[in-house]
């Protein structure tokens, strides 16, 4: 008869694991994956299987040879998601090069030098992004064109909707907003404008929805950022559109650019987001209100990757302010 | 209908509920029976018997030693073969009355008639004889917990009582034990419950039970609209969500009148509301109406791997082991032996431990369940806190524990932690937040407790 | 030239202003303090290890000038810098100390692998602590070393180390400096402060099991089973008996080592003895070495 078996309680345990959450995300992403392979084609399959790739063997690399771990950690799921991730910010005609280094500076510097898994204060995979941004600005902002299936380096480029609204602005010309597809193309991606819609992940808003919705209903995250960032950004840029119509009308603001993909992915990211329904709000409306002065007002046309790290860096003090409401604490008053 | 619920967090694990329809068997006598004199939060019991005594079953054997106490009555006839020392259900061996079983023969003053005595033939039970007979009845929490239950109908003069709660949710996964009772002896139960409205002099009553007992609450609704239909009391059975821990007091008590018991010290009577376990009212009953001490209860002995799980009426004092073998005794590979249930039992090492007065489940866990995984490392999904039903945030209190921070642990109300262990199930990364958080929690009680101390 | 002399004066009128402001404030602000606390501060050992009982080196320096202000300094000790600093301190301040007796860490607990059987499997958090409250461990002894090493954690000074044969904490004689943080630190009270002892020589109960005999050989070969033929060996009255354990007063024991023969456990142990020549198995070791056995 074996020994029995002790612990202290509970001894039960339910069904939940990381790997369920982190490749529940990774199919989340799934549909938006594959509208992309189908405008842009090669392309986009290269530049994420690239990503995923490094990302997955830098993780390990790192882990066995400079930090000296024993045992790997890439099962959890958790690198190929930054891998996907990193990917599906970047435009399909990047070059390989250009990627590996994005990946050591997710995995590296966002995700490894912080201690690993749960540790890292910043987006591993808008780390990767925003240093290519700053170090690449040529070749992380040139379009292609979707419909060119084969093409990847080599795709001819063209204009954004972002970029269009950048211009209407810096002009002061709203007639330029007129060239902007209607909100049915922008959500479908299928629009005619020479750019697409920007990065990969970017394209089809309604694939992106879809994948919220699967990780609503697998509970892998809440409504609480997604809803938050993309109400403030829709009533923000109401209210700025309505003052000046040099400023685009909110359901483009919405649906152009990584605004969706942020919102939904890259903001909801367990390790750097806030831990109580509160901070989350708090948290969702500050990147939606960054989002919009960046794009409205910075230099760069896209501000949903800096605002959303800006806010990385806040989340240690909303997780100090916004405590959940404790059992017990409306008799306390 | 909206059926109520508590306000904050809470878990859904797997009902397990495999003696659900499991007719209550009576257990056979042991052949030893043990008592640890501690079998209820408080000073343990001061022996009256020595070895070699005669006693019969409900023979006192040891008084109670404090103000928070309780004698320990016995459950068998027999001789007393030592006042030694027995392993018990915190894993130690604590000094235990042993008794040699010989026959099966009570004392004289139980009335083992099946008659059932109601509070209105009984015009001399004042609420101070009422509250006399459950303290020499020896009745404490049978919920678990073992708080003696003469002292909660004494609430302190701060607080006043408005309200009985009879707590018969059992939101513990494979316990059954309640929902039998229930089924079989409602009744009783039910005067029970009047005698504990009495001797609390309180007129409103409820009866809290989850919604995946529905016969039960048909049964009880149906019993009470009778029993006190011409009656000053008002009861009322309230469905209650499936939910874990619907069953805790706190969460109770929130769920049906709607009031959250503030921070530690202060008790559910602060907010006006009296708990008790179904199955303490069935106590009461027989200790005020048949003079019967308490010496038995229903326990179930369940397990997935266990050839034949059933309810049984035990005599206290019974070691597991007979029980075990009752249902086909332990499965082969891994187990764990649990007094209770899954998420709040505890493992024992021995099979010898005996059922004492808060043992309401033997649950076998055995392969793969009887183990824990590996923990990962934290990866902040928040998923902990938004299940802690104290409002709390376990990832924070564990991490503060782990590392001793125990100044900041006091500040996130560790005190307030219930244990209940949603947090750790729920925990995507396998963290054994629990563990940590219950050490925290000690010794933050411990520092508190130094400090009130030396003020004083 | 005209920019750079207003470049000059601009910054050399912050300077000087700040300079003024910090002077000022330094003044104004100054937290007076005995400068004797320094320099008792400077003569302890610094190791902040508040084995003094107070929280760190400033802490016992604060209260021994407080001390010496009211007139005596007992019952305040730095066991890390010992009766060297301590003596010193004492210069300073002008005032008598009373000679404290050198002390070390004690492991109670002989119950090895291969005399204590185990009984259970834990799984969960491997801490003492964790594991104390859970039961009685993995073994049938609820006394006993439960071997996660809590006492290992708290040590600041690196001198007790688990043996990977036996499970069992063991003391480094030399790096110990009987600040208590390990004895604090396990949930049984297992480990004791004892004297050091003349050439670091001491005779003390390896074991706290308070369970009846019987139970306590079944759980543990090498445990006390409350006998009591150490109490009627020892000629100095050092050894009491209550609880089913034996302990030995270390000051009133003269080293003799009747008891270690006379215990039929061998629960007792000598430490730091050289090997008697009549072959008699006793427990003894070399004074290098850091193992009890």
Same mark, same amino acid.
């Given at each position: ?138 070749? !992380? ?193 | ?191 029970? !419950? ?141 187990? *764990? ?120 | ?29 100054? =937290? ?61 301040? &002008? ?11 004690? =492991?109670?607990?002989? &119950? ?58 063991? =003391? ?11 004895? *604090? ?109």
């Amino acid at each position: 008869m074996n020994k029995l078996v002790v612990s202290l309680s509970p001894h039960a345990h339910g069904t939940d694991t990381v790997e369920r959450n982190m490749y529940g995300v990774l199919i989340a992403l799934l549909p938006a994956l594959f509208v992309s392979l189908a405008y842009f084609g090669i392309g986009s399959a290269i530049v994420c299987l690239t990503s995923v790739a490094a990302c997955i063997f830098l993780e390990w690399f790192i882990n066995r040879y400079v930090l000296g771990n024993q045992h790997n950690t890439i099962l959890d799921g958790s690198a190929a998601l930054t891998g996907l991730l990193l990917g599906m910010n970047l435009p399909s005609n990047l070059p390989i090069w250009i990627i590996l280094i994005g990946a050591l500076f997710a995995i590296g510097v966002g995700k490894m030098t912080f201690g690993g898994l749960g540790n890292n204060i910043f987006n591993p995979a808008l780390v990767g992004r925003c240093v290519l941004l700053v170090a690449f600005p040529a070749q !992380m902002t040139s379009w292609p064109q979707p419909g060119h299936l084969f093409q990847y380096t080599d795709a001819t480029t063209g204009a954004t909707p972002l970029a269009l609204m950048k211009q209407a602005i810096q002009s002061h010309d709203a007639t330029i907003l007129n060239q902007l597809p209607d909100a049915f193309s922008l959500l479908l991606g299928n629009h005619s404008l020479g750019g697409g819609a920007g990065t990969i992940g970017e394209i089809c808003g309604l694939a992106l929805l879809v994948g919220f919705a699967f990780m609503l209903w697998r509970r892998i995250i809440t409504w609480h950022i997604p809803i938050s960032i993309i109400a403030t950004v829709f009533i923000f840029s109401g209210i700025i559109h309505l003052i000046d119509p040099v400023y685009a009308d909110p359901t483009t603001v919405i649906l152009s650019g990584g605004l969706l993909l942020g919102a939904i992915f890259m903001a909801t990211d367990y390790v750097t987001s806030p831990m109580t329904p509160k901070g989350q709000l708090v948290y969702g409306i500050s990147i939606g209100l960054l989002t919009i002065i960046i794009r409205n007002w910075g230099a760069y046309p896209e501000g949903m990757s800096f605002a959303i790290l800006i806010m990385n860096a806040f989340t240690p003090l909303i997780n100090n302010h916004f405590k959940p409401k404790r059992y017990g604490e409306e008799v306390k008053k | 209908m909206n059926i109520r619920t508590f306000r904050i967090g809470g878990i859904h694990p797997e009902e397990n509920k495999l003696t659900h329809e499991n007719a209550t068997l009576v257990a056979p006598l042991p052949q030893q029976a043990i008592f640890p004199l501690s079998q209820h939060i408080g000073a343990p019991a001061r022996p009256v018997v020595q070895k070699g005594d005669k006693v019969k079953v409900g023979t006192l054997l040891a008084e109670a030693s404090s103000f928070v106490s309780a004698p320990i009555h016995s459950s068998v006839s027999g001789t007393v073969a030592k006042i030694d020392s027995a392993i018990d259900a915190t894993g130690y061996r604590k000094p235990a009355i042993i008794i040699d079983v010989e026959g099966d023969e009570w004392e004289d003053s139980i009335d083992r008639t099946s008659t059932l005595e109601t509070v209105s033939a009984h015009p001399e039970l004042t609420p101070q004889e009422i509250v006399e007979r459950i303290k020499l009845g020896g009745v404490t929490g049978m919920g678990g917990a073992g708080f003696p239950t003469y002292i909660k109908l004494c609430p302190p003069p701060t607080a006043k009582a408005e309200c009985v709660i009879i707590n018969a949710v059992e939101c513990e996964p494979y316990i059954t034990a309640d929902y039998r009772l229930m089924m079989e002896k409602s009744d009783e139960i039910l005067v029970g !419950m009047e005698l504990l409205m009495k001797a609390a002099k309180v007129s409103n009553g409820y009866i809290g039970i989850e919604t995946n007992k529905p016969k039960a609450i048909e049964l009880l609704t149906e019993k009470c609209a009778k029993m006190f239909q011409n009656t000053p009391y008002h009861v009322e059975v309230v469905p209650l969500k499936q939910r874990y821990p619907q069953g805790g007091e706190k969460q109770l008590v929130d769920a049906v009148i709607r009031r959250q018991v503030p921070a530690p010290p202060a008790i559910p009577v602060n907010v006006g509301a009296i708990v008790q376990n179904v199955g303490t009212a069935y106590a009461v009953y027989e200790a005020v109406m048949k003079r019967k001490p308490l010496f038995e209860r229903y326990t179930t002995v369940t397990g997935k791997r266990l050839q034949s799980p059933a309810n049984y009426l035990v005599r206290m004092g019974t070691p597991m082991q007979m029980l075990i073998d009752l249902c086909g005794g332990m499965p082969e590979g891994d187990n *764990k032996l649990l007094a209770g249930g899954p998420m709040m039992g505890k493992a024992l090492t021995s099979t010898e431990v005996p059922i004492c007065k808060g043992t309401n489940a033997v649950t076998i866990l055995s392969g793969d369940e009887a183990r824990r995984m590996e923990p990962q490392p934290c990866i902040r999904c928040a998923k902990c806190v938004g299940v802690c039903p104290m409002g709390l945030e376990p990832y924070l209190l564990s991490k503060l524990s782990a590392f001793k921070q125990w100044e900041d642990a006091e500040h996130e109300d560790i005190v307030s932690c219930i244990e209940c262990g949603s947090c750790q199930f729920t925990c995507p990364a396998h963290r054994p937040l629990l563990d940590h958080i219950r050490q925290g929690k000690q010794t933050v009680m411990g520092i508190i407790r130094n400090r009130n101390t030396k003020k004083q | 030239m005209d920019f750079f002399l207003i470049a000059v004066i601009v910054l050399g009128s912050i300077g000087l202003v700040a300079a003024i402001v910090l002077y000022v404030c330094s003044k104004k602000f100054a =937290v007076n303090e005995d400068p004797r606390i320094q320099q008792v501060n400077a003569l302890l050992a610094g190791a902040n290890c508040g084995g003094c009982g107070y929280a760190g080196c400033s802490g016992l320096a604060e209260a021994l000038v407080k001390g010496a202000d009211k007139g005596s300094i007992d019952g305040l000790n730095c066991p890390v810098g010992g009766a060297d600093a301590m003596t010193r301190v004492a210069d300073l301040l &002008g005032m008598a100390i009373a000679n404290g007796e050198p002390k070390i860490a004690v =492991v109670r607990c002989s &119950g090895s692998c291969d005399k204590r059987a185990k009984t259970a499997e834990y799984v969960g958090l491997r801490t003492c602590a964790a594991m104390n409250t859970c039961g009685a461990g993995e073994t049938g002894c609820g006394y006993g070393c439960l071997g996660c090493g809590d006492c290992i954690d708290a040590c600041p000074f690196d001198a007790i180390h688990m043996n990977p044969n036996t499970n069992l904490p063991e =003391v480094d004689e030399q790096k110990c400096t009987a600040c208590g943080s390990c004895v *604090k630190a396990c949930p049984r009270t297992i480990i004791e402060l004892r004297k050091k002892g003349v050439k670091g020589r001491r005779v003390f109960v390896s074991c706290v099991n308070k369970d009846k005999g019987a139970i306590a050989m079944k759980s543990c070969k090498a445990a006390c089973i409350g006998c009591g033929k150490c109490t009627k060996v020892c000629q100095f009255d050092a050894i009491t008996l209550g609880n089913n354990v034996s302990y030995i007063d270390a000051n009133k024991c003269r080293l003799c080592r009747k008891c270690v023969e006379a215990c039929p456990t061998k629960a007792i142990h000598a430490v730091n003895f050289p090997e008697r020549k009549t072959g008699a198995p006793l427990t003894v070791e070399q004074p290098d070495k850091t193992t009890l056995s």
